[in-house]
């Protein structure tokens, strides 16, 4: 089987309009991850969730689905999933994306509530070898 570049994108939200949007969640999201000595941020919690090493039981997971569940409901219906892309292990110096990213779900055919938000969320594309 022969190895190539896949194209990828993903309609991105800026983690500030998260926060105005679920301030108490963002908030319990982040002291979970503090309490946690051995992740530094956030990114460290999307590389966890790419590679799959994330526990459904784990506190951090738990405030994420928060996060997410209270994100749903702010914004009528979009759908918000936390993202990682490394380029220089698995794509190209081309990609607007290079680590952790807040993906939407919900904005490819706007929906009432995406139309609420194509202001304040932008499609990056990236590649992947594989």
Same mark, same amino acid.
């Given at each position: =089987?022969?190895?190539? !570049?896949?194209?990828? *994108?993903?309609?991105?939200?800026?983690?500030?309009?998260?926060?105005?949007?679920?301030?108490?969640?963002?908030?319990?999201? =982040?002291?979970?991850?503090?309490?946690? +000595?051995?992740?530094? @941020?956030?990114?460290?919690?999307?590389?966890?969730? *790419? /590679?799959?090493? =994330?526990?459904?039981?784990?506190?951090? @997971?738990?405030?994420?689905?928060?996060? &997410?569940?209270? /994100?749903?409901?702010?914004?009528? $219906?979009? +759908?918000? %999933?936390? $993202?990682? %892309?490394? %380029?220089?292990?698995? @794509?190209?110096? *081309?990609?607007?994306?290079?680590? !952790?990213?807040?993906?939407?779900?919900?904005? *490819?055919?706007?929906?009432?509530?995406?139309?609420?938000?194509?202001?304040?969320?932008?499609? &990056? %594309?990236?590649?992947?070898?594989?």
């Amino acid at each position: =089987m022969g190895m190539g !570049y896949g194209a990828n *994108y993903a309609d991105v939200m800026e983690e500030e309009n998260i926060k105005k949007l679920c301030r108490a969640e963002w908030d319990c999201f =982040m002291e979970a991850i503090e309490a946690d +000595e051995d992740l530094a @941020g956030v990114e460290d919690v999307a590389h966890m969730i *790419y /590679f799959d090493s =994330m526990d459904d039981d784990d506190p951090i @997971g738990k405030a994420l689905e928060q996060l &997410k569940e209270s /994100f749903h409901i702010a914004t009528d $219906g979009l +759908e918000l %999933h936390l $993202g990682f %892309h490394d %380029h220089d292990e698995c @794509g190209d110096r *081309y990609d607007e994306i290079n680590g !952790y990213f807040w993906g939407i779900d919900g904005m *490819y055919e706007l929906t009432e509530a995406g139309k609420k938000f194509e202001d304040k969320v932008s499609r &990056k %594309h990236f590649v992947t070898f594989g």
